[in-house]
Structure formats: C-alpha cells, structure tokens
C-alpha cells in the first residue's frame, strides 16, 4: 500500500516565482482534493477533483492557482507569483467514491508540501 | 471559512485517563469525520459517523452526533503517550461533492 504521496516535502522559494506541487493519489481512488494548511489551523479546502473533471474551486484559490488532475491520476498544484501569505502546508488528500453522486467518504491524506515564501 | 469549532483548543492528560473533545458544526451534514494529525504531518482518518447515526466506536474511540445540537464529541479511552497529537472534526455538507471543512482542531498531550 503505497498511500498517497506527494512531492516535494519542503519548498523554499523567493516572493514573484512560481511554484509546482504534485499530488499522487492511491492509484484506485477516483476522487482528489486539495487543501491548505496554515499554522494552528485546520486544513481549508481549495480544489476537488472527481478523476480529470475539476468540480468545484474555493475562493480562497485565486487566479495564482492552477490544478490539474491529466488523465485522472496525478495532480499538480501550480502556483504563480507567489506571495508570502501563500505559505502554508499544501495536503492532497484521495478517496473512492462508489457512485457519482455527491456522498462524501473518507479522505486519505499525504505528508503535505511544506512552502515557505520568503 | 471553517465549519466546525473543536473545545477544548487544548487538554493535557494522564496515560490512562480517558480523553474527551467536543465538535460544534453549523449547517446541515451528510455526515462528520474525526482525523488525526501528528506534528507537521499528513491527517489519520479515525471515525466516520453519518447523519442518520447516533454513536459509533472504533477500538478505543467513541463517536456521538447530535444533529439537533449540531455537536459531535470524541472519547479516546485508556490514553497513551501515542495518543498525542492533534484532533479534527470534519464536516462532509450535504451538498459538498465530498469536500471537508475542518475546525481549528483540539492539541491532545499524553504524558506517561
């Protein structure tokens, strides 16, 4: 059981330059999310995916933030000219849906991106 | 914004003792989750109670959902020091396509 991966782990990087996060999910898991995580605080939902579709976005993802999930497998969490409030804990989080419907199952979580913007 | 408010934010017991945390959500659910975290890492899934449930258990944990009070709680019973860590409620809402809004979470300490 490999569980959801992500990479990288940690990720330093300077005001203005962009970042990419990828999100591997567990391989039969048809359903993706992203979530941000700031110190203190519970993770703040940001994205969902159900395979390649893209449902619903948060408004706390503003036009710096791209996700995408090609083909139904990995996803990538990009961010554009990044800000120093955009540090945070980045979680991607899997689960399996049995139907199409809007039921909610259990969410399987990575180890996060850790970003610190300086 | 967050849906659900953890109380309280932080407890500090005793391996051995019993360890109780309550959720407070505030619109209508198809069902809540508890998950815990351990410093800086990924969230465990730990329970998963649906609207229509009343208590569930999972080995040393006990589950209630009072939907008219909107309240779930969370008993870890006979604690250990692995037992520390952080402990979120999380709301599945009945129109969410499964997203999660998480509360700002109870820090649990087990010490032996």
């Known amino acids: 059981d490999t569980g959801v991966s992500q990479d990288p782990r940690h990720k330093i990087t300077k005001r203005g330059q962009n970042v990419t996060f990828r999100c591997d999910p567990i391989s039969e898991h048809n359903r993706l999310y992203w979530y941000r995580q700031t110190l203190g605080q519970g993770p703040e939902f940001l994205t969902y995916f159900q395979n390649e579709a893209q449902l619903e976005k948060s408004r706390l993802l503003s036009d710096r933030f791209s996700a995408e999930r090609p083909k139904g497998s990995f996803s990538t969490l990009e961010i554009q000219r990044t800000e120093q409030g955009d540090s945070a804990m980045y979680l991607c989080?899997?689960?399996?849906?049995?139907?199409?419907?809007?039921?909610?199952?259990?969410?399987?979580f990575g180890p996060g991106t850790r970003l610190t913007v300086t | 914004s967050q849906q659900g408010e953890e109380d309280p934010q932080a407890l500090s017991i005793q391996e051995g003792e019993n360890a109780t945390m309550n959720c407070s959500y505030k619109?209508?659910?198809?069902?809540l989750q508890w998950y815990r975290q351990n410093s800086g890492r990924g969230l465990v899934h730990l329970i998963l109670i649906r609207s229509n449930e009343r208590e569930k258990h999972s080995g040393r944990l006990r589950v209630t959902l009072d939907t008219s009070k909107k309240s779930s709680s969370l008993l870890i019973t006979a604690s250990r020091a692995a037992d520390t860590a952080s402990y979120f409620c999380?709301?599945?809402?009945?129109?969410?396509?499964?997203?999660?809004?998480f509360g700002a979470g109870t820090q649990v300490v087990v010490t032996p």
């Open positions: 999380a709301t599945a809402l009945t129109d969410s396509w499964g997203k999660l809004q």
């Open positions: 619109t209508s659910i198809n069902n």
């Open positions: 989080a899997s689960s399996l849906a049995l139907n199409s419907g809007q039921s909610s199952y259990e969410q399987y």
